[in-house]
């Protein structure tokens, strides 16, 4: 790989920023620094310093984030910030995206990657991958909730949804939900077709994989390998948390 590209792919700068760093002797190879951007070298072997720092090159990165409510899941938006604006620095890279969206009012767990392949098979209804929600409810939720939700109910536009779990908690007015796809306004709608509406919605678990809970609104951190495989596992948190 060249060194202008691996610069760029691991780092964010531009091809241009690293050339400008290379013509400064800021970006070194081995110990020495590099003379031209067409440098190829073995990012798997070699070790690489820009701008003083070490670089550990991964193929992709896995991010979790900790959304508050006023952003929205998008690359770009003319309007509002979005998830990616508060990604710091030290974890930016060309490619990045939002795995699955949350609405602009809701807060909690967004996966965010460079990896398409990943991403695709996580969202595709066929994984079933889980994602469970918190939800305040405007009325007390009610007993026949359970059926409603587990015999995969019909919302508006006629649209079908797999079955779904709903787990009560000592205030009706708080329930956790766990649905398997991610249809439009998908949670909202369902409690809708229920007869309730959603005043307060967080998802805190994708898959097997549940949000840090030391991890602060607005703030994110890079996922390492064995817990994207989390994501994979049929394991449910049953346990409330913060709520």
Same mark, same amino acid.
């Given at each position: 790989m060249r060194i202008d =590209? #691996? %610069?760029a792919e691991q780092t964010g700068i531009s091809r241009a920023? %690293? =050339?400008a760093m290379i013509k400064k002797r800021q970006i070194i190879v081995n110990g020495s620094p590099v003379m031209s951007g067409d440098v190829h070298i073995d990012p798997e072997k070699d070790e &690489? &310093? &820009?701008g003083g720092k070490y670089i550990n090159y991964r193929e992709h990165l896995y991010i979790m984030l900790n959304k508050p409510a006023g952003t929205v899941c998008a690359v770009k938006d003319e309007l509002s910030p979005t998830v990616l604006e508060l990604i710091p620095p030290e974890l930016r890279r060309k490619g990045? #995206?939002?795995a699955g969206r949350l609405d602009k009012d809701t807060e909690g767990f967004v996966f965010i990657t460079d990896d398409g392949a990943l991403a695709h098979r996580m969202l595709s209804p066929r994984s079933h991958v889980e994602k469970e929600y918190e939800v305040t409810l405007e009325k007390p939720s009610e007993d $026949?909730? =359970?059926e409603l939700f587990a015999s995969g109910m019909t919302i508006d536009r006629g649209e079908k949804c797999l079955p779904a779990e709903i787990i009560f908690t000592e205030d009706r007015h708080k329930v956790r939900l766990i649905i398997?796809? $991610? =249809?439009y306004h998908q949670v909202k709608r369902m409690m809708e077709a229920a007869g309730n509406r959603v005043t307060f919605l967080r998802r805190i678990r994708i898959g097997g994989l549940p949000l840090d809970p030391d991890l602060p609104l607005g703030r994110c951190r890079e996922i390492m390998h064995k817990e994207v495989a989390q994501i994979y596992a049929k394991q449910k948190q049953n346990s409330p948390r913060n709520f």
């Open positions: =590209k #691996f %610069a920023d %690293a =050339k &690489i &310093i &820009i990045l #995206f939002p $026949g909730y =359970k398997c796809e $991610g =249809k």
